[in-house]
T-cell receptor, first 113, second 109 residues
Framework: TAGITQAPTSQILAAGRSMTLRCTQD?????MYWYRQDLGLGLRLIHY???????GKGEVPDGYSVSRANTDDFPLTLASAVPSQTSVYFC????????????FGNGTRLTVT | GQNIDQPTEMTATEGAIVQINCTYQ??????LFWYQQHAGEAPTFLSY??LDGLEEKGRFSSFLSRSKGYSYLLLKELQMKDSASYLC??????????WGAGTKLIIKP
């Protein structure tokens, strides 16, 4: 089934540790995004990539980094996790970074203790 | 600042009609999206409006008034499976998506 795959599904991480959240899409979409979703708040954009080889900062980029070496993969790295990064993380893609709808992965639930 | 407002929660009866409103204040406008998100799942795309008026898709319709900064999602013939959160999102002048916090819709038999 075509779509976006995120891994892991959930993770408990000790504060100060690093972690990479994986995201792979097989739709050949140009644009990819990382969002975090917290109770009572709208989805907040962490980082985005309009095409392979380029990345940009979203609304809440601090403490996170991304890379886009190819079209399919868009990993999100937390270099040194803090409890405020406890959240549900969604990776998404769209055919183009304009008015194309976003397709979301199933999310990674991360708890930083 | 940029802002999207939606009611936090709504309750409706199975078989009825419900209207979920969304008002927005953004730097420019390049389209409005509605997504459905069941608890513990990913958001899924429902509708897209860029011009004023009503877009109908089966039991779901979405309306946009750009001059009023207003949209609504209309759900007809409600089914229990429609219990979910409904997210409104607006693309601003930089094509960034601004998201509302979502409206949790509870359907009662």
């Amino acid at each position: 089934t075509a779509g976006i795959t995120q891994a892991p599904t959930s993770q408990i991480l000790a504060a100060g540790r690093s972690m990479t959240l994986r995201c792979t899409q097989d739709m050949r979409h140009n644009a990819m995004y990382w969002y975090r979703q917290d109770l009572g708040l709208g989805l907040r954009l962490i980082h985005y990539s309009n095409t392979a080889g380029t990345t940009g900062k979203g609304e809440v980029p601090d403490g996170y980094s991304v890379s886009r070496a190819n079209t399919d993969d868009f990993p999100l790295t937390l270099a040194s996790a803090v409890p405020s990064q406890t959240s549900v993380y969604f990776c998404a893609s769209s055919a183009e970074p304009d008015n194309s709808p976003l397709h979301f992965g199933n999310g990674t639930r991360l708890t930083v203790t | 600042g940029q802002n999207i407002d939606q009611p936090t929660e709504m309750t409706a009866t199975e078989g009825a009609i419900v209207q979920i409103n969304c008002t927005y204040q953004t730097s420019g406008f390049n389209g409005l999206f509605w997504y459905q998100q069941h608890a513990g799942e990913a958001p899924t795309f429902l509708s897209y409006n860029v011009l004023d008026g009503l877009e109908e898709k089966g039991r779901f319709s979405s309306f946009l008034s750009r001059s009023k900064g207003y949209s609504y999602l209309l759900l007809k013939e409600l089914q229990m499976k429609d219990s979910a959160s409904y997210l409104c999102a607006v693309r601003d002048s930089n094509y960034q998506l601004i998201w509302g916090a979502g409206t949790k819709l509870i359907i009662k038999p």
